[in-house]
């Protein structure tokens, strides 16, 4: 083994006369990168950053109906590719250029890394299929090519790198669709290389895009320190504080992009809670007569995605589930912790029917143990007309209240 410029590595076994394996290493494993060389060509190529096939045959315009029904015809990408050619969703020139993308996509962050290299020759051996071939020196030269772009940030960054979206980020005309997509897959709380591995995007883009949402203030490295400023509690009459959060059903939900709807919005507490849980029971119970009635229903804990899978997720609402589990939307929309609060024996009935729903579960507390939760009634404009904070912790809006509020929209 030898510790080379990355990219040097990979010109010389490129030199070599026969079928070379060639095998990189680096501090942070999400690197490893395996080549297979033969007569100055890579034939071969796999790196944990490198999209699926199927994701780059699609963003190449191949139908995804067909690329499924190939698929199930045969196992190998070679075999794909040359169904895709024999019926005419690509040329072969095409597939050579979707292939010299891919080599360059897994050298790109290489390029300026040094890293562990083993090579292993097999004298005779028949190389892959041609469909898989891109020129090394080629491949090597434009991945430095696009490398010379970047900066000391992005050059710094990793595949195994979190950042944390930040939910009160204003959705900036200056985000273009691919920085768009980063933010929300921080949002679910990918890493870089889930991120590259996902979202398609060439590494220079990608890690460009993570630092314009970082100078923007929309995206921070997952260690980094954030002061807690938990603003004033807000009331009637004031425009309901925006804010993007992922949705435990897939997706995001912007309060922005609502507007023009009135919505419930329920700031709860952890996903098992055994007081905010019987009263979401309810709430699924009226869902259906409100949304009749035009209002939408959006509700936010303080549990991770996965945690409320094991959680709400139960219930099944048919409404919003968010995870702010880092209370970010808490502190803005003025929300506060209370001993008193928690303790409060009237909380006692409405606790037994949650730990019969939850069981032991609902003892998981997620942070959120002696949070008081939270309601707003928002009118279409945006703006608070209801702002009700829990003083205990079931002491939720009176669904009277809410459906009266809500007759007014009929």
């Known amino acids: 083994m030898l510790i080379v410029p990355a990219l040097q590595a990979v010109t010389q076994a490129a030199e070599q006369g026969e079928p070379t394996l060639l095998k990189l290493s680096f501090s942070d494993p999400k690197l490893a990168t395996v080549l297979q060389l033969f007569e100055g060509h890579v034939m071969g190529v796999r790196s944990q950053i490198l999209p699926a096939w199927s994701a780059a045959l699609i963003q190449h315009g191949v139908p995804p109906v067909a690329l499924t029904e190939i698929q199930q015809r045969t196992s190998t990408s070679?075999?794909?590719?040359?169904?895709?050619i024999e019926r005419g969703y690509l040329s072969q020139e095409e597939v050579h250029e979707l292939y010299h993308e891919r080599v360059v996509s897994a050298l790109l962050p290489l390029a300026w890394r040094t890293g562990t290299a083993s090579s292993t020759q097999f004298p005779g051996a028949t190389p892959p299929d041609g469909l898989h071939r891109s020129n090394a020196q080629e491949s090597v030269q434009a991945a430095q090519h696009f490398a010379a772009g970047l900066g000391e940030a992005e050059r710094a960054l990793l595949p195994s790198d979190g950042f944390v979206a930040s939910p009160l980020a204003s959705n900036s005309p200056d985000w273009t669709e691919s920085s768009q997509r980063v933010y929300h897959a921080a949002l679910r709380g990918l890493t870089l290389g889930e991120m590259a591995e996902r979202l398609g995007q060439r590494w220079d883009v990608l890690t460009q895009n993570v630092m314009q949402l970082v100078r923007a203030g929309a995206l921070r490295?997952?260690?980094?320190?954030?002061?807690?400023?938990?603003?004033?509690?807000?009331?009637?009459?004031?425009?309901a504080p925006d804010f993007c959060l992922?949705?435990?059903?897939?997706?995001?939900?912007?309060?922005?992009?609502?507007?023009g709807q009135p919505v419930w919005l329920v700031f709860n507490r952890q996903s098992t809670c055994a007081m905010c849980n019987p009263h979401n029971a309810q709430i699924i119970a009226v869902h259906e007569q409100l949304?009749?009635?035009?209002?939408?229903?959006?509700?936010?804990w303080g549990s991770t995605l996965a945690d409320l899978s094991v959680g709400i997720g139960h219930l099944q609402p048919p409404y919003p589930?968010?995870?702010d589990p880092r209370d970010e939307t808490y502190d803005r929309y003025g929300l506060r912790m209370s001993l008193a609060g928690t303790l409060d024996v009237?909380?006692?009935?409405?606790?037994?029917?949650?730990?019969?729903?939850?069981?032991?579960k609902a003892l998981k507390s997620d942070g959120e143990l002696l949070r008081m939760p939270a309601e707003f009634l928002v009118g279409s404009d945006?703006?608070?007309?209801?702002?009700?904070?829990?003083?205990?912790?079931?002491?939720w809006l009176p669904m009277e209240h809410v459906l009266n509020w809500?007759?007014?929209r009929d």
């Open 78 to 84: 070679s075999g794909v590719l040359s169904q895709l």
């Open 321 to 323: 589930v968010l995870a």
């Open 246 to 259: 992922p949705d435990l059903s897939g997706g995001e939900t912007r309060l922005s992009e609502l507007r």
């Open 406 to 408: 809500s007759s007014q």
């Open 382 to 395: 945006g703006r608070v007309e209801v702002a009700h904070y829990n003083s205990y912790g079931t002491d």
């Open 221 to 239: 490295r997952e260690d980094a320190a954030v002061p807690k400023l938990v603003a004033p509690r807000l009331v009637a009459g004031q425009l």
């Open 291 to 300: 949304k009749q009635r035009g209002v939408r229903i959006v509700t936010i």
């Open 346 to 360: 009237r909380n006692l009935p409405t606790m037994v029917q949650g730990f019969k729903m939850m069981g032991t």
